[in-house]
Every structure is written in C-alpha cells, then in structure tokens.
C-alpha cells in the first residue's frame, strides 16, 4: 500500500498509518521502517495512546523516526463525563501518561478532538490553551463527530457541530480570532486552518501578517491572492491540506519572506509553530458529491485503490450501510 501512495504522488507529503488502533499491529514497527525508507515527507500514526502510555520505551523507540514523524494522539477532552460519553471510558489519566512520555522525547504531537455538541463542546478552548503547555504539541485538530465508528445514539440535529461554531469555541481560547481561521482553498466547506509563530505559550497569528484585502468574509467563501502572485503560491502550498498537519516551518519561511513587513526568525524550525485544524467529514446524513470531488483525505486499500475518506465509511469498510447498494450498481453497470 505504501508503494501505491508513492507510485501516485511521487513524493507524499504527508502518510498517517491509522486503524483501529496500529500500534497493536504485530508488525507496527516494520510497517514505520518500511514507510520511512520511502519518500515520504512526513509520517504519522493515528494512536489511542495506550501503548506510549503504558509501555516502557514504546516512546523512545520511536524517536528514531524523527524527524518528518509524529504521533496524532486522540485527545477527546479533560472531563472524565466526555471521556465516557465518547469512548466509554475513562481515558484521561492515559492521554495524559502518553503526553508525558511524548514530551520527555519531544516528539511532535497532535492532538486530535472528536467534537460532539453537548459533550465536549465546551471544551475546545480549553483544549487548545492545554495544548501550549506541552513543547511536544505542534497543534490541535478538531473534527465534528460524523456517523461513523461507536457512535451509538448519534442524531444528526443535536450533536453535530458546523465549521462555524466551532471556530467560536476556538477563540474563546485567545489565541486565535475568528478572522485567523481561514478556510482551506482545496475545500473550504470542510476544512479551516490557522498557523502562528510559537513562543512557549504565546503564538502570533500568521494570518494576521497577511493582508486583510486579500482574505475573503463573504462568499465564494475561500482565500483569494490575485493581487499577490507569488504571496499566493507560498500559502496556497503552506495551506494545502496534505501538508496542514505535517512539519510546513520551511513553507512558512517562505511565506513570510513575501511579506514586506515581516522579518524571518532565524532558526524557524517546526516547534516554532503552532496551529489548530477543522476538518469536517461527510456521512449518510450531510452527503455531498461536490465536497468528496474535492476531499483531500483518502484511504488505500491492500487492492490498490485510493478511496476519498468522505466515501469509505459509507460505501467500502466492511458492513458499510451502501456497501450493498454500491455492488448491486456496479453489477447493472458491468
């Protein structure tokens, strides 16, 4: 599968090697050499934690893989009511051993929210001033919860969050505006993003160096850089979904090269920065074909196949609600 992702991007800028949960795999590790003998620019592990947590040297047998490495730690909340609403259990003694862990090793980290109204919604900004006290935390990533996984008692209406509110909660934190979120060009409707400089817990808005007449409120709802050439190139591949989450130090470089009035820090390295991810997937309820054209997440399959995520869950995992469906229209179409 590795060798499909190569064979269709060339050169990857970012793979996340997920599951279930794949540091179980007996072969976990293998698969990590495996990915960084290829050229991949950046490689993640989507993880419950439980093993960096709970294991001697789990997390110092992965220092290795750095740098272009890093853990996506599911980090759901603080609250022990969340923690068992979402996962049914009491996880937060865990994310905070495995953070530890992560932190001694300096280990780049993201931490990944599953957001469901009612829940864990009035965390995000607390989440997100936690995160600034881990050095090892290089943002967060929040994701409104879809039906999808264990999900029981998922109604559409009461718990999922739009894009919108969700930046609202994140502001609250203080360390990104409303106006620092930005939609993602590639897809706008789905996905959010802000970068800033990171000092210890202080950050400094990258978005907030642009110029305002070049980021759009109103529809067509996306970022525009007609006026500014080569500024429009440099954040175009700085916001590019399959680098959003990777280590983009060097791509910031050269954004804020462009800008007149912004000065480079020598030495920007990707410790130096920080910022916070919306990224919304699509399920049986909000199914939109023009969003999966433009989806900018996808998975490969042992096959070779490189399925959009927005389609998986509902058409190709196993026992997926239109797996059926989908096999008796391609069966008509044959």
């Known amino acids: 599968?590795?060798?499909?992702v190569v064979a269709s991007e060339g050169e990857p800028d970012l793979v996340q090697i997920s599951g279930g949960e794949p540091t179980l795999h007996p072969d976990f590790f293998a698969i990590l050499d495996a990915a960084k003998a290829r050229p991949i620019r950046h490689l993640m592990i989507n993880t419950n934690g439980l093993r960096i947590a709970r294991e001697a040297g789990f997390a110092e047998a992965l220092v290795r893989y750095m740098p272009g490495f890093e853990v996506y730690l599911q980090f759901d909340s603080l609250r022990r009511e969340a923690l068992m609403d979402l996962r049914g259990a009491d996880l937060s003694r865990v994310r905070l051993d495995a953070l530890k862990a992560l932190e001694?090793?300096?280990?780049?980290?993201?931490?990944?929210?599953?957001?469901?109204?009612?829940?864990?919604?009035?965390?995000i900004a607390e989440i997100v001033r936690f995160a600034l006290k881990w050095r090892c935390v290089r943002g967060v990533t929040f994701?409104?919860?879809?039906?999808?996984g264990?999900?029981?008692?998922?109604?559409?209406?009461?718990?999922?969050?739009?894009?919108?509110?969700?930046?609202?909660?994140?502001?609250?934190?203080?360390?990104f505006a409303l106006e620092d979120?930005?939609?993602?060009?590639?897809?706008?409707d789905?996905?959010?993003?802000?970068?800033?400089?990171?000092?210890g817990e202080t950050v400094a808005p990258i978005t907030a160096l642009l110029p305002r007449d070049i980021l759009v409120d109103v529809a067509p709802n996306t970022v525009t850089f007609e006026g500014y050439p080569e500024l429009r190139n440099r954040v175009f591949d700085l916001l590019s979904l399959s680098t959003a989450q990777a280590d983009t130090s060097d791509k910031l470089a050269n954004v804020l090269c462009c800008l007149p009035d912004a000065v480079v820090p020598e030495g920007l390295a990707y410790e130096h920065t920080f910022r916070v991810v919306v990224m919304q997937f699509l399920d049986r309820f909000n199914f939109d074909l023009a969003t999966v054209k433009r989806s900018c997440v996808h998975f490969v399959q042992p096959d070779g196949q490189i399925i959009p995520f927005d389609t998986f869950n509902l058409f190709y995992r196993e026992g997926a609600a239109g797996a059926a469906a989908l096999a008796k229209a391609r069966k008509r179409s044959a």
């Not at 994701?143 to 999808?148: F, K, N, R, Y």
């Not at 008692?153 to 203080?174: C, D, T, W, Y």
């Not at 979120?181 to 706008?188: E, H, K």
């Open 104 to 123: 001694r090793n300096n280990i780049s980290t993201t931490l990944v929210v599953t957001v469901k109204k009612g829940v864990n919604d009035q965390d």
């Open 150 to 175: 264990r999900n029981e008692g998922f109604e559409p209406g009461a718990h999922r969050m739009v894009l919108s509110e969700i930046r609202r909660e994140i502001a609250k934190a203080g360390v």
């Open 143 to 148: 994701q409104p919860i879809q039906d999808a």
């Open 181 to 188: 979120l930005i939609p993602l060009p590639c897809n706008p």
């Open 190 to 199: 789905q996905i959010c993003i802000s970068y800033g400089l990171r000092r």
């Open 1 to 4: 599968m590795l060798d499909t």
